[in-house]
Nanobody, 123 residues
């Protein structure tokens, strides 16, 4: 089993920045992908960003490209999502997820999920 613990969410004004983190523990894998998804109230869960933990390859949704940056600390099995120029439409619960594959996918077919952290952007 893999446990994922997110931290760093909160309330920020539009145009501000936040960084959320996700630490993985438990079973380890030689190649895996860590991703961030978000779900706003009344909407489906959507892909935000992902990174391959071995090669560092990244992927972003069009809605966050250029504003968000995903990074990793493989030694700590931790992934970060730096969110800049935040907009009210970024308000959502942000979920960390692990896929036991070296291929990044943008659909929510990941193997393990965290509990989520709330990010609220006020206008």
């Amino acid at each position: 089993q893999v446990q994922l613990v997110e931290s760093g969410g909160g309330l920020v004004q539009a145009g501000g920045s936040l960084r959320v983190s996700c630490a993985a523990s438990g079973r380890t894998f030689s190649r895996y992908v860590m991703g961030w998804f978000r779900q706003a109230l009344g909407k489906e869960r959507e892909f935000v960003a992902a990174i391959s933990m071995s090669g560092g390859i990244t992927a972003y949704s069009d809605s966050v490209k250029g504003r968000f940056t995903i990074s990793r600390d493989s030694a700590k099995n931790t992934v970060y999502l730096q969110m800049n120029s935040l907009k009210p439409e970024d308000t959502a619960v942000y979920y960390c997820a692990v896929k036991t594959s070296r291929v990044i996918v943008t659909t929510p077919f990941y193997d393990y999920w965290g509990q989520g952290t709330q990010v609220t952007v006020s206008s």
